[in-house]
């Protein structure tokens, strides 16, 4: 796991905010959060046009998580690849993207559960590195 | 490990001895170049291109590339294209543009003639006999050749077909290329294409994951075949080394020059052609089954039990068997990610 010093951190709330704008359908906003290469669910998604159609796609498919509740915020593990996939792109990704600030955030919805991934950028904000909507 | 060396810093030689560069002449919008390192960093003019990097365009890019023969590549929104190179028997490099997805308009100098590049989609290949061309490359896999001047040839399923000035020529995906037919310079709407790849795709989404399955076979089997040549040749070149350390002086330099060097860029060829095939599978997996992997479920998201979601998702999962089983052992961890120019 790479670290990388003096890069702030991602906070609770950060995770919540994910979801109020994909509630809000903020596509645009959350492709600017997002930041590339990008897990979403099984697949690593390697430009802004997949994280457009990602985004664009939650949007027009009508997903809307709705009150949502934070189960879990702690940093990311190796093993949580398999949250995602098993695949040796996933496991690879885990091994090479992964740093010791990055945050996994579960939250519990009326859609079921969202898993993400965050990374502190610039010292205040935060960055989408991973995502995953399903039960 | 001394022996893989030297076929490492043969590989790096006789890319560079051979390989295409070009530079990014004019970019708009949003423009990423995913480096040979894995690194992906933004695209903008001035920054070369070398073989075995890719440029991406988002929804609003665009990107035009001036290769150092004087040749153009106009990259359109929303595309993948990669530079590449692939070996003959003897081990001459040869230049491949690949349009993994989208658009790119190609316009080649005449002296390119005698270095002619090999231009393909992933379904496609196309012999380069004229200087103006523009090839689209669609979600379903199909693609779409367009000549404005000079004269091509596309193949694909063992079928040729040569088109003139004037003339384009659709492949329906996993399919032959169909009759040539007129389209007047400037009269081309892609948009028509792309909505129509769309449309298949979203007729047949698992159908469409098999017909690139049987690409991806494909690839896996021509990697296959040059991993096994590698071996051979190693083998062959073990020998060679062995009978080397047996001579002295002028004889030991004379045998070196005319018999070793050769089949030591004969080797590092062969093993340059199993990364081709292996990063060809590897980008057609990440562009176009990533991208029908987010349409599906992103569309199906409140309809998961959905037959036509399953069977999308079946065959999904039989691609990525075949890929983690035939394609994954000839990639590194660099063709994921290596490091990002970011905070």
């Given at each position: ?61 009508g ?19 398999s ?12 091994d090479l ?35 995953k909507?399903?039960? | ?18 390989a ?103 379904s ?5 006999r ?82 690139l ?31 080397l ?99």
């Amino acid at each position: 796991m790479v670290s990388c010093a003096s890069l702030g951190s991602v906070k609770e709330g950060d995770a919540l905010d994910v979801v109020t704008l994909i509630n809000g359908g903020e596509a645009k906003i959350l492709m600017e959060h997002s930041r590339l290469p990008f897990v979403y669910r099984q697949e690593i998604l390697d430009s802004d046009a997949q994280l457009r159609l990602l985004w664009e796609g939650l949007k027009d498919g009508g997903f809307v998580p709705g009150e949502s509740v934070l189960k879990t915020f702690r940093q990311v593990r190796p093993g949580d690849s398999s949250l995602f996939s098993e695949t040796w792109e996933v496991r690879t990704w885990f091994d090479l993207v992964i740093r010791e600030e990055d945050r996994l955030a579960q939250v519990v919805t009326s859609q079921g559960n969202l898993y993400m991934i965050l990374r502190p950028v610039g010292g205040r904000d935060y960055g989408i590195l991973a995502f995953k909507e399903g039960k | 490990m001394k022996k893989l060396l030297i076929l490492m810093t043969l590989l790096a030689f006789t890319s560079s001895i051979f390989a295409l560069s070009g530079e990014i002449v004019y970019a708009e919008g949003t423009v990423d170049i995913k480096t040979l390192g894995g690194t992906l960093e933004y695209g903008d003019i001035g920054m070369p291109v070398e073989t075995g990097e890719s440029v991406i365009t988002g929804y609003d890019g665009y990107a035009e590339l001036e290769m150092e023969d004087g040749s153009t590549i106009k990259v359109n929104e929303d595309s993948v294209f990669k530079l590449e190179s692939l070996n003959d028997e003897e081990g001459k490099s040869k230049n491949s543009f690949q349009l993994i997805l989208g658009s790119a308009k190609y316009k080649f100098a005449r002296t390119v003639k005698d270095e002619e590049p090999m231009i393909s989609t992933p379904s496609t290949v196309c012999g380069l006999r004229g200087t103006e061309f523009t090839v689209f490359s669609g979600l379903d896999g199909s693609a779409l050749y367009a000549v404005e001047e000079g004269a091509v040839a596309v193949s694909a399923r063992g079928k040729e077909v040569r088109l003139g000035a004037e003339q384009g020529v659709k492949v329906a995906a996993g399919s032959q290329p169909g009759e040539p037919y007129s389209i007047l310079r400037g009269q081309l709407d892609y948009s028509t294409f792309r909505l129509e790849s769309q449309a298949a795709f979203w007729e047949d989404p698992a159908g469409s994951v098999y017909a690139l399955m049987e690409q991806l076979l494909d690839f896996a089997r021509k990697a296959d075949n040059y991993q096994k040549n590698f071996e051979v040749q190693k083998e062959i070149l073990g020998e060679l080394d062995k009978k080397l350390e047996g001579l002295d002086g002028e004889e030991r330099k004379d045998f070196y020059r005319e018999v070793i060097f050769p089949a030591e860029i004969k080797t590092s060829g062969m093993r340059q052609n199993v990364r081709y095939y292996a990063l060809s599978a590897f980008s057609m997996r990440r562009f176009m089954l990533g991208n029908m992997y987010v349409q599906m479920n992103t569309s199906f998201v409140h309809k998961r039990n959905d037959p036509v979601y399953l069977d999308f998702m079946d065959a999904y999962g039989e691609f990525m068997k075949y890929f983690e089983k035939r394609i994954v052992p000839y990639l590194l961890g660099a063709d994921i990610y290596e490091n990002r120019n970011e905070s």
